[in-house]
């Protein structure tokens, strides 16, 4: 099992461009969630998906944020345009409806610098 | 809405001396999970130990275990025999029946040779 892949590790962009952030979740799993990690607001949640429908987006914090999930082993995140105020940590989460008392599996993280 | 409070935004121990870390929540709900989350430097976040709000008796992990009280929302993590790997930022989470996973500010504890 690899785990939830998360990629880029890194992105460093410039203002107004085009992110694109990429998940994988572990194999089976139903659940997946984008949160967004920042040193004044902590760890927020973005959105999250059950059976690769969006469950809640309430946390997506305006309209160029948006997610989509077309199938069980992959999710974006995409931000369009870009700005200063969305560098940030994003983590990618996911977990097995039945199992998820034990827990959700993060990724590794993108770091997103807009500068 | 669920709020997790962590209220010590940093902690210091000795190595091998226990340490408390914090945590209290606001829910009306009586069906949900608690959890400590660790990241370390690497970022990464590691699931330390659980608890179903169902169970009376507190989680145990090796070294690690917690003081679960219901009726006060408090959900505190003793790291017993402190080690220089267990240097992190640790975060509190609730887990809601609908699956959403909600964390706190998180404490940075510190380890001291």
């Known amino acids: 099992d690899a785990g939830v892949i998360q990629s880029p590790r890194h992105e460093v962009t410039e203002m107004g461009q085009e992110v694109t952030l990429r998940c994988k979740p572990i194999s089976g799993h139903d659940y997946l969630f984008w949160y967004r990690q920042t040193m004044m607001r902590g760890l927020e949640l973005l959105i999250y998906f059950n059976n690769n429908v969006p469950i809640d987006d309430s946390g997506m914090p305006e309209d160029r944020f948006s997610a989509k999930m077309p199938n069980a082993s992959f999710s974006t995140l995409k931000i369009q345009p870009s700005e200063p105020r969305d560098s940030a940590v994003y983590f990618c989460?996911?977990?097995?409806?039945?199992?998820?008392?034990?827990?959700?599996?993060f990724g590794s993280g993108t770091r997103l610098t807009v500068v | 809405a669920q709020t997790v409070t962590q209220s010590q935004p940093e902690m210091s121990v000795q190595e091998a001396e226990t340490v408390t870390l914090s945590c209290t929540y606001d829910t009306s709900e009586s069906d949900y999970y608690l959890f400590w989350y660790k990241q370390p430097p690497s970022r990464q976040m590691i699931l330390v130990i659980r608890?179903?709000?169902?169970?009376?008796q507190n989680a145990t992990e090796n070294r690690f275990s917690v003081n679960f009280q219901k009726a006060a929302k408090s959900f505190s993590l003793k790291i017993s025999d402190s080690q220089l790997g267990d240097a992190a930022m640790y975060f509190c989470?609730?887990?809601?029946?609908?699956?959403?996973?909600?964390f706190g500010s998180g404490t940075q504890l510190t380890v001291l040779p």
């Open positions: 989470a609730y887990r809601n029946p609908r699956g959403q996973l909600t």
């Open positions: 608890q179903e709000a169902y169970k009376q």
């Open positions: 989460a996911s977990s097995l409806r039945r199992t998820a008392a034990y827990g959700y599996t």
